[in-house]
């Protein structure tokens, strides 16, 4: 994830990056799939869909907590 792509996260709302993380995890569940029945070609895909949930979930949690990045 670029930075600017992280910077356009920070500036959602709590409701959309809700949707983007029920979207991110839809995407993990498909790419689990097809690295079972061997038809991924980037198994790299799994790993950077896994770190754009922790940094949307980290961006929620900073939100609750009142933290303000820039």
């Not at 356009?8 to 990056?17: C, S, Y």
């Not at 979207?23 to 061997?38: D, G, M, P, Y």
């Not at 949307?56 to 990045?69: D, N």
């Amino acid at each position: 994830m670029k930075a600017s792509e992280l910077k356009m996260l920070r500036e959602k709302t709590r409701e959309e990056l809700e949707k983007e993380l029920a979207e991110l995890k839809a995407e993990l569940f498909k790419l689990r799939f097809q690295h079972a029945t061997n038809q991924l070609e980037n198994p790299m895909k799994l790993k950077e869909v896994k770190k754009d949930i922790a940094r949307v979930k980290t961006i929620i949690r900073e939100m609750e907590l009142g933290i303000k990045r820039n």
